[in-house]
């Protein structure tokens, strides 16, 4: 059965995440996020070395963020098991492998 989406998310970072996560959580009911390797985080699991720091506030540059999405220093680990939580406390649509 064909399903139409309310909002469609193209690429599966953090910004991607974050959008589809906070958008659910502010009321819409069908959303997809569209990566388009096989799991989302792509730069992440591409570049960052094993157990690397992952720090909120990255290079200078303090960021106060906003809305119900929130994000804590970590290791590159816990920034993925993080974002695979918000993915499934959500129950988030994702379509993987899928380039546009
Ligand atoms: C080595 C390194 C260390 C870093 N350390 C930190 C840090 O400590 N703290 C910090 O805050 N930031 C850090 N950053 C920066 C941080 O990784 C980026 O700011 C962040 O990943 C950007 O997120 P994004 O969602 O905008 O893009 P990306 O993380 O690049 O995600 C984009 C996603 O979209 C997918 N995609 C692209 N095109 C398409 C398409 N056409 N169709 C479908 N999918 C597509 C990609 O595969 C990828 O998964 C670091 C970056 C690097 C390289």
Do not use: C
């Not at 970072?13 to 009911?29: D, Q, T, Y």
């Not at 929130?70 to 695979?84: A, C, I, Q, R, V």
């Amino acid at each position: 059965m064909q399903t139409v989406y309310d909002l469609i998310i193209v690429g599966g970072g953090p910004g991607g995440i974050g959008a589809v996560v906070e958008a659910k959580e502010l009321g819409l009911e069908k959303v997809l996020l569209i990566e388009k390797t096989e799991n989302h985080s792509h730069t992440i699991r591409k570049f960052y070395k094993d157990k690397k720091r992952v720090d909120k506030d990255w290079q200078g540059q303090a960021v106060e963020l906003e809305g119900n999405v929130g994000f804590e220093d970590g290791t590159k680990e816990s920034t993925l098991n993080y974002f695979d939580q918000l993915l499934d406390d959500e129950s988030i649509d994702s379509k993987l492998n899928f380039r546009t």
